[in-house]
């Protein structure tokens, strides 16, 4: 594809497209010329006497003395499409494109065409916007076959492919039978065109703070943050190192008097009592101390009697 370059100044401007455009519903209707022997279909075209035309108010408006919105020019400065297109295909000036724009571009301009979802792009600088329908498929159509000399009303009808077209003598044709797999469906394409002075410069920039390079590349031990961020984490984390504290002293206290007071709760009791029982402590049976002779007498008694009597006494002799 050749370059989009400037020969001579862009001409035949249709006028600016800065806001959205918005066409009746009835735009988006494919309306064909006749219903039993057409295979192509048109958007933005209403039922004249001899059958379909393009209908102005599915255009955006023009100033006054442009030429016709149909004829492939464009809109300057165009910055929006239509509601419901899209961009289809865009050329800048001096840079190759698979679409050559009409009339040329200027130097330092851009160019777009807005075509419904779905279509592609002109393949000529007077081209549409096509789509292709093949079968089988099932799609509604308007024909104007019996529709009236304005607006857009006609006959609807859907159109089943493969179609099978009857023999018939039209208006101005004579049609012989035959089985039809495709229709085309056309649009009117939009072509914008804008430079860069045509933009509006944004709005937010002097409210927006540039990022601080320097700030975020310095060390630091909590990046990002102020130094009243910083000491408000500070004062938190003493307050609730303080009040760990408290914490763990009075868990203490409670735990070390239960320990003293509480009786053993059901949840503590010994898992095999009787065994417990067997294994307590117990006094060993021992004998009373006596301080007094008096007090040992009942006992020395019963002693003597179980030895036989008492025995008496015997000095020792002194040694001569």
């Known amino acids: 594809m050749s370059s989009s370059t400037a020969t001579s100044p862009t001409s035949g401007v249709l006028g600016p497209l800065t806001t959205t455009f918005t066409a009746p519903d009835w735009c988006t209707v494919n309306v064909a010329q006749c219903e039993d022997t ?7 075209q209403s039922c004249a006497t001899f059958g379909a035309t393009n209908a102005y108010a599915c255009a955006p408006s023009t100033t006054e003395g442009a030429p016709s919105p149909y004829w492939g020019f464009a809109y300057s400065p165009g910055l929006v499409c239509p509601s419901g297109l899209v ?18 571009m200027a130097s330092g301009e851009t160019a777009a065409v807005c075509c419904p979802s779905g279509y592609g792009c ?10 292709y329908v093949s079968a089988p498929a099932t799609f509604f159509v308007v024909s104007c076959e019996t529709g009236s000399a ?3 009303s006609g006959a609807p009808t859907y ?16 049609v012989s039978a035959a089985v039809v797999s495709t229709w ?5 394409a939009v072509q914008l065109r804008w430079q860069s002075t045509d933009l509006p410069s944004p709005t937010t920039a002097s409210t927006i703070s540039p990022v601080n390079t320097t700030t975020q590349s310095t060390a630091s031990s909590h990046p990002g943050l102020s130094t009243g961020a910083e000491a408000g984490i500070g004062v938190g984390v003493g307050v609730a190192g303080v009040a760990l504290l ?3 002293l009075v868990w203490g206290l409670r735990r070390r008097k239960g320990r003293v007071a509480s ?4 949840s503590n009791a010994p898992l095999y009592p009787h065994v417990a029982a067997e294994n307590e402590p117990h006094e060993l049976v021992g004998r009373s101390v006596y301080e007094l002779d008096e007090q040992r007498g009942g006992v020395l008694g019963r002693d003597a009697k179980m030895m036989g009597g008492p025995r008496e006494r015997h000095e020792l002799g002194a040694g001569g």
């Open 38 to 44: 057409c295979s192509v279909a048109w958007m933005s």
């Open 87 to 104: 961009t289809a295909c865009e050329a800048t000036y001096g840079h190759s494109s698979t679409w050559t724009p009409f009339p040329a």
């Open 122 to 131: 002109p393949d000529s600088p007077y081209g549409v916007c096509t789509s």
């Open 150 to 152: 304005s607006g857009s």
């Open 159 to 174: 159109i089943t492919l493969p179609q099978t077209v009857t023999p018939t003598t039209a208006a101005f044709t004579t």
């Open 184 to 188: 085309l469906l056309s649009a009117n």
């Open 246 to 248: 408290v914490g763990l």
């Open 263 to 266: 009786p053993i709760s059901p």
